[in-house]
């Protein structure tokens, strides 16, 4: 199918799709009578934004002063940055200030239009986040933001569901079947669970989510289980390692999630239910206290998705903040959370046994894959923002976690008949119950450990040769002990250990980021540099060791550092024209597995010290720590009702070494170079209809030094997402969402080895059908596309006594599911 018949058969579904999505809101309920308006000569509404922004970021607590033949009248600007007050006839004149904005004065005429205004501000110095994340503002558009609208309307059923969302170039698939953690793809290369090629470092407030040295691989993102997504607040997504804020994983750009300190609402009730007999319920208490913020919050869900062997999902979460103010800009605050998931799984089946008719797309072939998640997390925090927008934070978190994951991706390559341990003891000659049967290449993965952490930061705005300036500095210190290892197991028991560790993992890093305004603002200068040290402690064994003629037991300490500069400059021709050219440059890193670290000792000449592990002569492990250097040129175009970016990248990425949890063993990919582009854009279509959406396309990604040329495998090359949303049109909010990845190689060497395509299309509605019940409506994959998500090549063997055979295996998409709920939240503050 070319091109232009999948762009028109996509449009056309599209027209269908917002034709029902208006319906939709209409069906939901009619529209419910509206408080009346206090009487009053005039009223003056409208809405602050920051007119430095490419997205329209609102300005929440502007104070909006409104002078008039008759006196004063004050309003502060909402959390959606709107404003409403009622004014007398005449001329006006009206005055925006706050903290760290420019002043903005302007007269309004007796006959000009006073509602719906759109009032752009600029910040004497970049927004900063008041909330336990401090954030300073990367050049547009190398961050973007995403506000808590799709978050408190839209029902998720899993955790995955969450990460949808983000788009900003990030594919996200599914593993095993929605327990699992997603497999992350971005700008041409897989991430795997988020910690390989670069990273994706995502950040839930500011507690780093991907683990390090984790049972399963470098960089698991499963905490993200335990986050509730109707206590989410702003999300910011940073396009590559531009900021000297973020150290590891940060290769490939940084996600990071704010959760809120209170709820608009003492007590928020929702309960959702709907196809795959799923079922969700979201409880909140969040009372209103003199100098201070707090809630509790419940989220419980399960559902057993499409699968012919069920999911059996089952998620429960409990959340907790309390934040007392101290005094003006002061506040001190503790959150806690918990949280346990349960789930089987469908595996990565063949897809020639589902094309021959041999396996349903929802089948499987082991009926045991699945895992079984345990996580709390305590925090504290501090900040303290002064009178001249100088801010000092610092905030520390302890978190444990207990993790077992039992996968089957080969079935019976290795193992297609061998014993069985029936009653558990272990496999005993003398034990009758001990009897030969099959039992494949079933694995379970296990991780126990305990993490402490420590953030601290300072920004200080002031004036450098008369031009405004912004100095940020900080640290990160981030501790793990880790026990780890890899059995083979049946039914979920395991038989036999294959690695064994005991890790310690030690992380420090500082960081100073210096930002400048020259020329009245139209030339902007940043530069930063970053400094991160690591060690790493391992003792255990590996028998796969032995295949090499080495003694299974490894043990070592390894130390390395790296220097990590960061630069960025910006320039808008004038005031009047909407366009911005900037260019970032950035360099982020990665660290590796700490079994693979300390498996053996060479110098990787980058400041690594330390000592051979003794019983491993003649491994040799690669470099402890990758790099990644990001570089990016573009353009922003602002109008007012419509954002445009676009950007080329060139992305070089060092040598690494990657440990494979799944087996044991260790691999090393060569340097690599991607390049590619980007476009990004938002706009007002009516004044209830938007319309938002963005490309990435690699060009190229290919290992350097290679010939013949070896490329980069097992990611799209073109990503792209869309959206049209429709905003309080009479108590109706509702957005229709697209994504789309293009089919892509899994070998880097035969072209004709592919991963199909996708494209979905999903639907969200809310109805506010009284001033405290919200009901909602969700329909995933909209269409019923019929797609895979995760896909891999690998050799395998279905059945006992089958052939060995190479093939694609992968996991299915969702069939489409319809998600009803109904919301009620009580009380206001």
Do not use: C
């Not at 007269?107 to 004497?124: H, K, S």
């Not at 799923?278 to 399960?302: C, H, M, Q, V």
């Not at 110098?603 to 790099?627: F, K, M």
């Not at 797609?787 to 069939?815: C, K, M, V, W």
């Amino acid at each position: 199918m070319n091109f232009t018949t999948r762009f028109m058969r996509i449009m056309t579904r599209l027209r269908i799709a917002l034709t029902l999505l208006i319906m939709t809101g209409f069906l939901l309920g009619a529209p419910g009578a509206t408080a009346a308006q206090a009487n009053a000569t005039k009223t003056l509404s409208g809405q602050i934004i920051s007119s430095q922004s490419s997205r329209d970021e609102v300005v929440a607590g502007a104070s909006v002063i409104v002078r008039s033949a008759s006196g004063e009248q004050r309003a502060v600007s909402d959390a959606e940055g709107n404003f409403l007050i009622a004014v007398p006839d005449g001329a006006l004149t009206l005055r925006v200030e706050g903290k760290n904005l420019k002043p903005l004065e302007r007269i309004i005429g007796a006959g000009e239009a006073i509602e719906n205004l759109r009032i752009g501000v600029e910040y004497v110095i970049p927004p900063i986040h008041e909330n336990v994340v401090i954030v300073s503002t990367a050049l547009e558009p190398a961050i973007e933001r995403r506000n808590d609208a799709i978050y408190k309307n839209t029902l998720f059923a899993r955790d995955d569901q969450i990460l949808f969302t983000l788009n900003g170039g990030i594919n996200a698939g599914q593993h095993e079947g929605g327990g699992k953690s997603l497999e992350v793809r971005r700008f041409g290369f897989n991430l795997d669970h988020g910690g390989l090629n670069g990273g994706l470092k995502i950040l839930v407030d500011d507690v780093q989510q991907n683990q390090s040295t984790q049972g399963h691989g470098q960089g698991y993102l499963g905490q993200l289980k335990s986050l509730s997504p109707e206590l989410v607040e702003d999300v910011d997504i940073i396009n590559g390692p531009f900021s000297a804020q973020y150290g590891d994983f940060s290769g490939l750009g940084v996600v990071h999630i704010r959760q809120r300190e209170s709820l608009p609402n003492p007590l928020t009730m929702r309960f959702q239910g709907g196809s795959f007999n799923t079922f969700r319920t979201f409880l909140a208490y969040s009372p209103e206290l003199k100098n201070a913020d707090s809630f509790i919050a419940y989220e419980g869900s399960n559902t057993d998705g499409p699968f012919i062997n069920p999911l059996r999902y089952r998620r429960d979460n409990l959340t907790a903040n309390y934040t007392r103010r101290l005094g003006e800009g002061e506040a001190m605050g503790f959150k806690f959370n918990v949280g346990r998931n349960n789930f089987f799984a469908s595996g990565q089946i063949p897809l020639d046994e589902v094309a021959a008719g041999q396996l349903d797309r929802f089948g499987f072939l082991d009926p045991f894959n699945g895992g079984r998640i345990r996580t709390g997390v305590f925090s504290t925090y501090y900040r303290k923002a002064g009178e001249a927008g100088n801010t000092f934070k610092i905030d520390g978190f302890v978190s444990r976690s207990l993790f077992d994951l039992w996968s089957n991706f080969t079935n019976f390559l290795d193992d297609d008949l061998t014993v069985v341990d029936e009653n558990g003891d272990g496999f005993d000659d003398d034990d009758p119950t001990d009897i030969p049967g099959l039992i494949g290449d079933e694995i379970q993965q296990h991780d126990s450990r305990l993490q402490q952490g420590v953030n601290v930061q300072y920004l200080q705005p002031y004036k450098l040769f008369g031009q405004q300036a912004l100095l940020n500095v900080g640290g990160n210190f981030l501790a793990s002990q880790i026990n780890v290892g890899l059995s083979r197991s049946i039914e979920r028991r395991p038989i036999s250990a294959v690695t064994q560790a005991q890790a310690n993992v030690i992380n420090f890093g500082g960081y100073i980021q210096q930002s400048l305004d020259l020329f009245q603002g139209r030339v902007r200068v940043e530069g930063g540099l970053r400094y991160d040290y690591f060690r790493f402690d391992a003792d255990g064994f590996n028998v796969s060791r032995v295949a090499g003629g080495f003694n299974p037991a490894f043990g070592g300490t390894r130390g390395t550092s790296r220097f990590q500069p960061k630069a960025a400059i910006s320039y808008t021709p004038a005031d009047k024209a909407p366009v911005t050219v900037y260019f970032n440059y950035g360099r982020g890193i990665a660290s590796q597995d700490a079994r693979g670290v300390v498996g053996g000792f060479i110098s990787d000449e980058q400041g690594s010290t330390g000592s051979p592990a003794p019983n491993s002569p003649g491994i040799s492990s690669g470099p402890p720590v990758s790099t990644t250097d990001f570089y990016q040129l573009g353009t922003s175009h602002n109008t007012r009702r419509i954002s445009v970016s676009t950007d080329l990248f060139l992305i070089d990425q060092s040598n690494q070494q990657v440990y494979i949890a799944d087996d044991g063993s260790i691999e090393f990919a060569g340097p690599s170079r991607t390049y590619g582009g980007e476009l990004k854009f938002s706009g007002a279509l009516m004044r209830h209809l938007s319309v938002n959406g963005g490309l990435t396309h690699v060009g190229n990604s290919f290992f350097r030094g290679t010939t013949p040329r070896i490329y980069v495998d097992s990611a799209p090359h073109t990503v792209g997402n869309g959206s049209l949303t429709v905003s309080n049109l009479r108590g109706f909010n509702g957005s229709l969402r697209y994504r789309y990845i293009s089919n892509y190689r899994l070998d880097g060497e035969d072209v004709r080895i592919r991963a199909s395509g996708h494209d979905v299309v999903d639907l969200s509605v809310s109805r506010l059908v009284k001033r405290r019940i919200e009901l909602n409506l969700n329909i995933d994959n909209l269409f019923n596309k019929r797609y895979f998500e995760t896909q891999n090549f690998y050799e395998s063997r279905t059945r006992a006594g089958d052939p060995i055979l190479s093939r694609i295996h992968a996991t299915p998409g969702y069939s489409i599911g319809v998600t009803g709920g109904v919301t009620f939240r009580f009380g206001e503050k």
